[in-house]
């Protein structure tokens, strides 16, 4: 889901709000794991009545749907997608309201990038969204999977969404708690609408026209929730510090693994963390101890798994890298071989196209780690990506 617009060195240039994508226009040139055949026919919605309109031409016509916002969550398969993508570059930030009192709320567009409207809340002294900087993605993506790093949700900000309903063929106003946030979900990733055009692929019947937030007014920071972060600050945990401090610490955080685009770097040709973080029960916890204490010999502190709260006291979360690393895959692993797809060299977490992988190789990758952390640690790593004509 990301707002820029990732390419192949040899691609023309990048389809965007100014420029119509070319006819034969690729998945591989819309999404940041850059792979991925093209559609059979790509439309790009620049307003919202663009993007209400092609959706339910889309559906009137019983034609196969992709809504594609940046593409930093999404695996397409090389054969393409078998109908239509439609492409959200709608644009808009309207603040009508914003006081010391009532707080600052914010009206984005879905098609807003996210990353330029987290800059634009530090700058303008707008709190709560600050641990979420350099996330690539599209504004109006960020509540479907309630995206979240270093402390932070959109769950905690996301006052309402505006979105087009389309089983009732309407537009309508989901509140906070319609959405039925959770660790990395919403409402609106579960709800589907018609059959599925082909393996894998998601049919949401709730399509994102605009996001409003409930932000603050401070020039400080969120108390800091992320141990890693605040070290890196130099604060105790639940301290604050400048926004556009944290944002800089986050960002180098995200830089150091990989998480931050850079065309240069194939680390961070990717979706991020392909793998969301297991919740577990505390008997499943103790197996996993249990496991990698025999995987790994005789170094017993190791094979304590890290752990991190939940809102459920029975269940607790793990960390995927810790998973993945003590199930014997390391950074670069299938990169070092010469592989065209393999872990980051940076953070294990990150399934990376080097550069000329195919969307079958970056499945082969991630279902190699997946069934190994299964085989070894007795865990079934989940992908967080989307993946479409695809499965692991």
Same mark, same amino acid.
């Given at each position: ?96 309201? /914003? ?41 109006? /993506? ?33 509140? /906070? ?6 660790? $990395? ?24 026209l605009s996001v409003t937030f409930s932000l603050r ?64 029960? $505390? ?17 017993? $502190? ?54 000329? /992988? ?35």
């Amino acid at each position: 889901m990301s707002g820029q617009e990732p390419r192949r060195p040899d691609a023309g240039p990048p389809a965007g709000p100014d420029r119509p994508a070319p006819a034969r226009t690729t998945l591989a040139e819309l999404t940041t794991m850059r792979v991925g055949g093209a559609p059979r026919r790509l439309v790009t919605a620049r307003t919202e009545a663009e993007l209400v309109e092609a959706v339910r031409g889309c559906d009137e016509a019983g034609e196969p749907l992709l809504v594609v916002g940046g593409g930093s969550n999404l695996v397409v398969a090389d054969e393409g997608f078998p109908g239509t993508v439609v492409l959200v570059r709608t644009r808009g930030v309207e603040v009508p309201h /914003a006081s010391a009192c009532g707080g600052v709320s914010v009206t984005v567009a879905a098609g807003e990038d996210w990353d330029e409207l987290v800059a634009r809340a530090c700058e303008q002294g707008w709190s709560g969204i600050e641990a979420l900087s350099g996330i690539p993605g599209s504004t109006g /993506a960020t509540p479907v999977q309630n995206v979240g790093a270093y402390g932070q949700e959109v769950a905690q900000t996301v006052a309402r969404v505006r979105v087009w309903d389309r089983a009732e063929q309407r537009v309508r106003t989901m509140f /906070a708690g319609d959405l039925g946030f959770a660790y $990395r979900h919403s409402v609106l990733k579960e709800s589907m609408v018609g059959p599925d055009a082909a393996p894998g692929t998601v049919t949401p019947r709730h399509v994102v026209l605009s996001v409003t937030f409930s932000l603050r007014p401070t020039e400080l920071s969120q108390p800091i929730g992320y141990a890693a972060l605040a070290d890196g600050l130099g604060v105790a945990l639940g301290g604050r510090v400048p926004l556009e401090r944290a944002r800089e610490a986050v960002l180098e955080q995200r830089r150091r693994r990989g998480m931050v685009l850079d065309a240069q770097d194939h680390d961070t040709w990717s979706c991020g963390s392909f793998f969301t973080n297991p919740v577990l029960s $505390r008997p499943e916890l103790e197996q996993v101890r249990l496991r990698a204490e025999e995987s790994i010999g005789q170094d017993r $502190r190791s094979a304590v798994p890290p752990t991190y709260p939940t809102d459920r006291e029975e269940l607790v979360k793990t960390s995927a890298a810790w998973l993945i690393e003590h199930a014997g895959f390391g950074r670069g692993f299938g990169s070092s071989s010469g592989r065209p797809a393999g872990l980051s060299t940076k953070h294990t977490l990150a399934v990376t196209n080097r550069g000329h /992988a195919s969307a079958a190789d970056v499945v082969a990758v991630a279902r190699e780690v997946r069934d190994g952390v299964e085989q070894t640690l007795g865990v079934r790593l989940v992908n967080e990506p989307v993946l479409v004509g695809l499965s692991l």
